[in-house]
């Protein structure tokens, strides 16, 4: 458990940030400068306290979270049976950290930390008791699981960056600040969308986008945003008629011509087109200060890298998949990614980025099983495509890597889980026969995997986490259950921990 300390120490720096950064009014910021001093000596005053007590937490320089939207175990084992025909070959695989995550929300109030919002005593008796809620916790959705990866705190839908009061909480992105490192979200989806916003935003409202854009870009907002959310081309990558342009995305069309002016918005440098993207990934020269990076995509980037690694795909899915889709003007994941590390790194103090490869989840909603594996494998590229810039241009003892997920979606599961006997998508308890969960089945490379999709929402399933870097044994030693039934199904220790923890956790790395 988080100690009183930690806590007062993270309420000091919240203040200090907030009164740095302009949050304070003038006459505010006078009647309150004596209660800064004295915070800031008292967290001073702390640290040999804390220093007899325990080891404090290896640092780390930079801080990469990458997360697959509504990546569940399944879906992983899934996409590696696709990529690759067999398990153990993804980077990831081979990290010291590898355990469960449980990922519940709030249903309105306070969660007492590691409240038993996941059972895995009735989890694994059927869909429906697997889903079932509790008096305080609730499956969650992409904006409350998001604020607790980055705030260590839980919180209830929809809300991003506050708590089940609405007022804001600390960011791991503000810490970072605070540390004086650049900050950044790559995502294939809109910039403002859930995951992404919750890097720098605070808003009770997810859908707010024009907003949430204006301050995720905003004169403190982030260093560099990459993802999708053009105005002026559909989810395809397709060109639209003027007048059907969508600037909601871009905080309205005033702020897209201000983007898009020879001034810019707020010291961002704006790519479009895939050569620009690909450009900043390969040279480490004559870098932007500040990367505002918006692919030529409306909602979503297509899985445009999506191919399996070691053999072609079969029954023609990937032309399936990418029938009238602009695939030369679409950047890939792993080259958005490395575009947007090779900006931040140019700032000695070090970097936090986020990267989200964000429609595996929207691939699993629709229950759409060959852009799921494809959504999949172009997150699992970035992966490795991440793995290797550290390895080349920084190390494991100054960069800490984690790869997770927001939550699960679609309740995915292994072929002959249930009988579908009404012949409709899904799992349906009143008709449909439920004989037990069972693993995914591994029909070889580039075909795709024996399946079923309980729902086409989200699920409380634990979700995987590798991690690697300086300190990585502390995240381990949050785990605070273990689910023998899941160690058994997905070939891990069985461990989990919260993901309030990986909040906590990240924000203990600056």
């Not at 320089?61 to 398990?87: C, E, P, S």
């Not at 905080?251 to 050569?275: H, P």
């Not at 964000?358 to 999949?376: K, P, S, V, W, Y």
Request: charged share 20%; glycine share 10%; net charge negative.
């Amino acid at each position: 458990m988080t100690s009183i300390l930690e806590r007062f120490q993270e309420f000091n720096m919240r203040f200090i940030i907030r009164y740095f950064s302009g949050q304070f009014h003038q006459a505010d910021r006078h009647r309150t400068f004596l209660l800064i001093a004295v915070a800031a000596m008292i967290l001073f005053l702390s640290i040999p306290v804390r220093a007899e007590n325990a080891a404090p937490p290896k640092k780390a320089k930079n801080v990469i979270l990458m997360i697959g939207d509504g990546m569940g175990f399944n879906q992983t084992i899934a996409g590696a049976y696709w990529r690759y025909g067999k398990l153990g070959e993804m980077a990831c695989d081979q990290f010291p950290v590898h355990c469960g995550v449980t990922t519940f929300s709030s249903k309105g109030g306070p969660v007492p930390r590691h409240y038993e919002g996941y059972n895995p005593q009735t989890f694994w008796q059927n869909p429906k008791s697997a889903a079932a809620s509790t008096e305080l916790t609730t499956t969650t959705d992409s904006a409350a699981a998001i604020t607790s990866l980055q705030t260590g705190e839980k919180t209830r839908t929809p809300y991003l960056g506050v708590g089940v009061d609405k007022k804001p909480l600390l960011l791991v992105s503000e810490v970072a600040k605070a540390a004086g490192k650049s900050t950044g979200a790559v995502s294939t989806m809109m910039g403002c969308h859930a995951t992404p916003a919750g890097v720098g935003a605070h808003n009770a409202m997810r859908d707010d986008y024009s907003n949430i854009f204006l301050e995720l870009t905003g004169e403190n907002g982030l260093t560099v945003l990459v993802g999708a959310g053009h105005p002026c081309y559909n989810d395809k990558g397709v060109q639209l008629s003027e007048d059907k342009y969508d600037f909601k995305a871009v905080g309205g069309e005033a702020t897209w011509e201000e983007i898009k002016s020879t001034e810019g918005r707020n010291g961002y440098t704006l790519i479009e087109d895939v050569r620009n993207f690909e450009k900043l990934a390969r040279d480490k020269k004559n870098l932007p200060k500040k990367l505002l990076g918006i692919a030529k995509a409306g909602f979503s980037i297509p899985p445009v890298d999506g191919a399996p690694s070691t053999c072609p795909a079969e029954n023609g899915v990937i032309e399936k998949m990418m029938e009238g889709v602009g695939t030369r003007n679409l950047p890939t994941l792993t080259t958005m990614s490395l575009a947007a590390i090779n900006v931040l790194s140019q700032n000695e103090n070090g970097f936090y980025l986020m990267i989200e490869g964000g429609a595996i989840d929207t691939a699993c909603h629709e229950n759409n099983q060959e852009r799921f594996l494809m959504e999949q494998t172009g997150f699992t590229k970035a992966v490795d495509a991440i793995v290797q810039w550290v390895e080349n241009n920084s190390s494991w003892d100054e960069t800490v890597l984690l790869v997770t997920a927001d939550h699960e979606t679609g309740f995915l599961w292994g072929a002959g889980t249930f009988l579908n006997q009404d012949g409709k998508p899904g799992y349906n308890a009143d008709q449909d026969e439920f004989v037990a969960f069972r693993p995914i089945v591994n029909e070889g490379c580039g075909r795709v995997p024996g399946m079923q999709f309980i729902s086409s929402g989200h699920s409380n399933s634990l979700v995987p986490l590798w991690g690697i870097g300086p300190g990585i044994e502390e995240l381990e030693k949050c785990c605070y259950g273990i689910d023998e039934k899941a160690a058994k199904m997905w070939n891990f220790s069985g461990k989990y921990l919260d993901n309030a923890d990986i909040g906590m956790f990240l924000k203990s790395k600056m």
